[in-house]
């Protein structure tokens, strides 16, 4: 999905205020920073809020917004493999403007709990019924016992889709924090843990929870529930561990809940050696673990870490940039690996609980950019002249058409093991061959010269044939318009 080209001042503010928008917009700008951009340069950020309510069970998501967004959500949602229903409240002009829209939304939800199927109902309001100040707010909490979640998520208030998935964990906490607060509450379909638990917060590839208990488990301690969650219930046994780790360092609504709540939060994660180390160190301090069991922990993986970061190096200059939030961790495996790093580039913003990558990074001569934009990881592209540009779509796109070698994070990146020994040496294959394939891209781009580019592109029945004095004439009149423009701006 392209990315949200709606202008930066579209909603007005004082009718936001009226709306009672202001509130929820201030908070977004507190929580999720802007960078040099004011719209997202990634998909559409009601994607992240969307993808989290799709991949719980028992959970119904409606979107209220433009047709075409929803569209074009509904697809981006499917082709990554979601497996239900889409929920839909269409609206036009009349219905948004009188507040017909808001009552549609009611009936849909009234009409949509069914306890039977559903323990939540998530609706979100997409930019122009956000901007018009459609108030979910109002929206009833429970109806027949399925919970209500209302939240807004516009393009012009939330930088990015990993951002937004925050939004709805974050609200989904706050409601299941003030259940448990209220009375008993469901435990958790496997039950509860005999041991004091760590919840993990962030997606993460599949197999990083199991291998994070198995860090643990020395310490006499169990990996929790990984937030965003697969189940309602889940919730309360996430808020019930004895720490979280902010595994991804974006989730600030969710931290803030689990503060609420007197839980611990440690940053970074067990990622290579070093990274490792400090994480174990960390929670083990947060659970209040003799220092003798952290060390026990720290002797039975560490030596399998290093050499398997020994036995399948990486050699060769790298960027890297994204917008998933583990950048800075991927960075630091392939620093550990062996890779000379350059320049990591995430969408995200710098937070206290990246603070130690970040550091570390820096310490190993790596240029982190947060919040970076597409702009400046070209730039880095340029400068650095990698031999493999790890990156965005765009970024994969550019540095191919300069022959060189590129990953798209992702799909072949963040998509793989991270932590512990199995993440160790986990990117050598496919970044070594990454880098191996630069002199097909030689070939390839000798055989092909400039076919293609520049007015050679698009489809032709002839050979193109050159007009040097269309272009001679062009530029005439490009030099002509740029003076006249210079002088009516002395004026």
């Not at 001042?9 to 201030?26: I, K, S, V």
Request: net charge neutral.
């Amino acid at each position: 999905m392209s990315a949200c080209h709606a202008p930066a001042d579209m909603p007005d503010a004082a009718a936001l205020e009226a709306a009672g928008t202001t509130a929820t917009l201030q908070r977004y700008a507190a929580d999720y920073p802007k960078g040099p951009h004011d719209q997202p340069q990634s998909m559409c950020p009601a994607f992240g809020s969307l993808r989290v309510g799709l991949r719980m069970r028992r959970t119904l998501t409606l979107l209220s917004g433009s047709a075409c967004c929803v569209y074009g959500l509904s697809f981006t949602s499917h082709f990554y493999g979601a497996r239900r229903s889409v929920g839909y409240v269409p609206f036009n002009s009349e219905t948004l403007v009188t507040g017909k829209l808001f009552e549609d939304i009611r009936e849909a939800v009234h009409a949509q709990a069914d306890p039977a199927a559903l323990d939540a109902i998530v609706v979100i309001n997409l930019c122009v019924p956000t901007a018009s100040g459609v108030p979910l707010r109002l929206l009833p909490a429970a109806i027949n016992g399925v919970r209500v979640i209302g939240i807004d998520v516009p393009g012009f208030g939330v930088p990015t889709h990993a951002e937004a998935k925050d939004v709805l964990a974050g609200a989904m906490l706050q409601y299941a924090r003030r259940e448990a607060e209220s009375g008993p509450v469901m435990a958790p379909r496997a039950g509860r843990s005999e041991l004091p638990t760590v919840a993990l917060l962030g997606e993460m590839f599949p197999a990083d929870p199991m291998v994070i208990g198995m860090l643990l488990a020395p310490m006499g301690l169990a990996a929790g529930p990984v937030v965003p969650t697969r189940e309602w219930r889940e919730l309360y046994a996430a808020l019930d561990s004895s720490a979280v780790a902010a595994i991804h360092p974006f989730y600030t609504a969710s931290v803030r809940e689990f503060q609420a709540a007197g839980r611990p939060v440690i940053g970074s994660a067990p990622v290579g050696h070093d990274g490792t180390e400090a994480w174990l160190q960390a929670v083990g301090q947060a659970c209040n673990v003799g220092q003798s069991s952290i060390d026990a922990a720290k002797q039975r993986v560490l030596p399998a870490i290093r050499g398997a970061l020994a036995a399948r190096p990486i050699r060769g200059r790298i960027t890297l940039s994204g917008y998933e939030g583990s950048e800075l961790l991927v960075a630091r495996l392939l620093v550990e690996s062996g890779a000379d790093l350059r320049y990591c580039g995430t969408a995200c913003p710098r937070t206290p609980w990246n603070e130690a990558d970040q550091q570390w990074l820096v310490a190993h001569g790596v240029q982190v950019q947060f919040r970076a934009s597409l702009e400046q990881d070209l730039a880095a592209l340029r400068e650095y002249q990698p031999q493999l540009a790890i990156g965005t779509t765009p970024v994969v796109q550019a540095a191919k058409q300069a022959r060189v070698p590129a990953l798209y994070f992702t799909n072949l990146i963040s998509a793989r093991p991270l932590m512990g020994p199995a993440g160790a040496g986990s990117l050598a294959e496919v970044v070594n061959a990454a880098i191996a394939n630069q002199a097909r891209f030689d070939q390839m781009s000798e055989f092909f010269g400039e076919a293609g580019q520049g007015d050679r592109a698009g489809v032709w029945q002839d050979v193109p044939q050159l007009r040097p004095e269309f272009r001679a004439e062009t530029r005439r009149q490009v030099i002509k318009l740029m003076k006249k423009r210079k002088a009516e701006e002395m004026i």
